[in-house]
T-cell receptor, first 111, second 111 residues
């Protein structure tokens, strides 16, 4: 069984479009995250979401908005996509032990 | 500023040639240090968590150790299947549960 899943795996779109990435975890974890991995493979936290509390990383443009319909799902919506948004986006989740388990990633390409 | 530095950036080994990867950190308050393995096109895979200086953990050919300023990932008699990027990350006491990652060490093991 897949612990953390993301859809789609690949997303190619044009500048200015709005897109969403979906994430689901079946680990029963309370906390979920979005990370961005740039072209140099550097992973950086974007958001963490614990139950109903959203912790926003101040370096993330407000074009990015996470939405959590329930504890097992955390989606990422991106408005007005820019070339610099091209990256791999990873969803992760953690429970009481703080170990984070990552999804397979969504490669976003903005043309 | 909280910082995680990994060295070397890349390491090439012959099969059976043991070595170590370094992760040094400068943080205001460490809750835990995490090691992950990332294969190309996949999400990071959790390996170890270390919480206090002197702690050691082992898994197959890998052994992670922690001091007050750095962590080492020792690889004993590596095999080609150990080739991957190894990521070090820290979790801070006062910053929620998000991870701060280093830039990784890419290990290549040839037979």
């Amino acid at each position: 069984d897949t612990a953390v899943s993301q859809t789609p795996k690949y997303l190619v779109t044009q500048m200015g479009n709005d897109k969403s990435i979906k994430c689901e975890q079946n680990l029963g974890h309370d906390t979920m995250y979005w990370y961005k991995q740039d072209s140099k493979k550097f992973l950086k936290i974007m958001f963490s979401y614990n139950n109903k509390e959203l912790i926003i990383n101040e370096t993330v443009p407000n074009r990015f908005s996470p939405k959590s319909p329930d504890k097992a799902h955390l989606n990422l919506h991106i408005n007005s996509l820019e070339l610099g948004d091209s990256a791999v986006y990873f969803c992760a989740s953690s429970g009481d032990t703080y170990e984070q388990y990552f999804g397979p990633g969504t490669r976003l390409t903005v043309t | 500023e909280d910082q995680v530095t990994q060295s070397p950036e890349a390491l090439r080994l012959q099969e059976g040639e043991s070595s170590s990867l370094n992760c040094s950190y400068t943080v205001s308050g460490l809750r835990g240090l995490f090691w992950y393995r990332q294969d190309p096109g996949k999400g990071p895979e959790f390996l170890f968590t270390l919480y206090s200086a002197g702690e050691e953990k082992e898994k197959e050919r890998l052994k992670a150790t922690l001091t007050k300023k750095e962590s080492f990932l020792h690889i004993t008699a590596p095999k080609p299947e150990d080739s991957a990027t190894y990521l070090c990350a820290v979790q801070l006491n006062q910053a929620g549960t998000a991870l701060i990652f280093g830039k990784g060490t890419t290990l290549s093991v040839s037979s």
